[in-house]
């Protein structure tokens, strides 16, 4: 079956160092991928997208690193902030017949220190 | 920012109840979405909406779910026999396309309590 799952559900951070959240996936002929952010209280927010036919994409002090052979995507943010804690989640956008479906992985929490 | 509103925010009910969520979706928006979250839980795919009808929904999505665009700007999710295990946080969201490399844009939720 399909599933989209991640390795560390809670990483603390201190502020100002670079943190890396882990996620694999197991469905190979996903092709769009998208890391969402979760406040507290708050709906999923978008971060950084990243299509299959690329390795690598950088938004402002966010990576995101697809590697298909393994079938694993990580989400690297610089200098982490207090602003940052929150619960991050992976996603892959499945293809069921004529639509397309997101789904989530597990979440992992990201707790920055100060 | 053009946001995906969603009322109400909290709602508490009895089992066996009728609850209807209800959801404002970005007005450009063609692809309408709810998903839910039990607490501590990841967001789960629930039912996904296009073009007046249902174009996708999960095994959780059973007869006592329904979805509706009653008025062209609400898009509403029922549950007419509410159960103890249907309490979570629901989330609306809404997208430009069904492209499979469409963003969703999520509500805030409403967090449904079931006594």
């Known amino acids: 079956g399909e599933s989209v799952g991640l390795h560390l559900p809670t990483l603390s951070v201190q502020e100002g160092d670079n943190s890396i959240i882990n996620c694999a996936y197991s469905n190979s002929a996903s092709d769009y991928f998208i890391w969402y952010k979760q406040e507290s209280g708050k709906g999923p927010q978008f971060i950084i997208d990243i299509r299959s036919n690329m390795d690598k994409r950088q938004g402002q002090r966010v990576t995101v690193l697809l590697n298909k052979t393994v079938k694993h995507l990580s989400l690297q943010i610089a200098a982490t902030q207090p602003g940052d804690s929150a619960v991050y989640f992976c996603?892959?956008?499945?293809?069921?017949?004529?639509?397309?479906?997101?789904?989530f992985g597990s979440g992992t929490r990201l707790l920055v220190r100060p | 920012e053009p946001e995906v509103t969603q009322t109400p925010s909290h709602q508490v009910t009895q089992m066996g109840q009728e609850v209807i969520l209800r959801c404002v979706p970005i007005s450009n928006h063609l692809y309408f979405y709810w998903y839910r979250q039990i607490l501590g839980q990841k967001v789960e795919f629930l039912v996904s909406?296009?073009?007046?009808?249902?174009?996708?929904k999960s095994e959780i999505f059973d007869d006592q779910f329904s979805v509706e665009r009653p008025d062209g700007s609400n898009f509403t999710l029922k549950i007419r026999s509410t159960k103890l295990e249907d309490s979570a946080m629901y989330f609306c969201?809404?997208?430009?396309?069904?492209?499979?490399?469409?963003?969703?844009?999520f509500g805030a939720g409403s967090r449904l309590t079931v006594l």
């Open positions: 996603a892959e956008n499945s293809r069921m017949d004529s639509s397309y479906k997101l789904i």
């Open positions: 969201a809404s997208s430009t396309d069904g492209s499979g490399a469409n963003v969703l844009t």
């Open positions: 909406f296009y073009n007046n009808e249902i174009s996708e």
